[in-house]
């Protein structure tokens, strides 16, 4: 029997990895098409930290995630 924590914890889990997979993809394409159209790296650069702020928003979202079953853990 699974627990309502559970299936919310494991939402929560899946919503990162598909954040994470995005941002990778979104990466890939805007390197591509910054190549194709030939941006300057000034440009290419900006969109660079947005990614990196992203995944690490993604990693504040795992580590909370962690805490949270951590949290649970202790409960039980």
């Known amino acids: 029997m699974t627990r309502h924590g559970d299936t919310k914890q494991a939402k929560a ?5 598909l954040l994470i997979a995005g941002i990778g993809v979104f990466w890939v394409l805007i390197n591509l098409i910054g190549t194709e159209y030939g941006w300057s790296n000034r440009t290419r650069a900006l ?16 580590f ?3 805490r949270s079953r951590q949290n649970d853990k202790g409960e039980n």
Request: net charge neutral; charged share 10%.
């Open 64 to 66: 909370q995630l962690w």
């Open 47 to 62: 969109f660079d930290l947005a990614v990196l702020a992203g995944f690490g928003f993604a990693l504040w979202q795992i």
């Open 13 to 17: 889990g899946q919503r990162v990895a």
